[in-house]
């Protein structure tokens, strides 16, 4: 398995999500919340305005700790959205705003 892999699955399965953001502005709020959370929580402070972008190795390590955090749980995704939702979703934001996820090769 990919080190990768908890990523690129959980990319794959909430980028989706983004287009809510069109029609959903208290989701958009809240997956900006998380954002600024794991923006804290994984990253050096930097100088100035702009965030330093996250490392790729933490912020795997910390999908793969909130994967593994749910399936002790038993959480199932729900039709709307929850904390989960949004963290998953600010997950994936971070890996697609900052060019984390390898471009897929077609087969």
């Known amino acids: 398995m990919s080190p990768l892999t908890p990523l690129v699955e959980i ?13 959903e502005p208290a989701f958009t ?5 998380h954002v600024a959370e794991l923006r804290e929580r994984l990253m050096a402070a930097g100088s100035g305005l702009v965030p330093l972008p996250p490392d790729r190795e933490s912020l795997t390590d910390y999908a793969l700790g909130f994967l593994d955090g749910l399936a002790e749980t038993d959480w199932r995704e729900p039709v709307g959205h929850d904390y989960a939702v949004c963290r998953l ?6 890996a697609h705003h900052h060019n984390l996820i390898p471009p897929q090769r077609d087969h």
């Open 11 to 23: 990319t794959r399965a909430y980028a989706p999500r983004f287009a809510e953001f069109a029609f």
């Open 89 to 94: 979703t600010a997950i994936t934001w971070l």
């Open 29 to 33: 709020a809240a997956v900006d919340q």
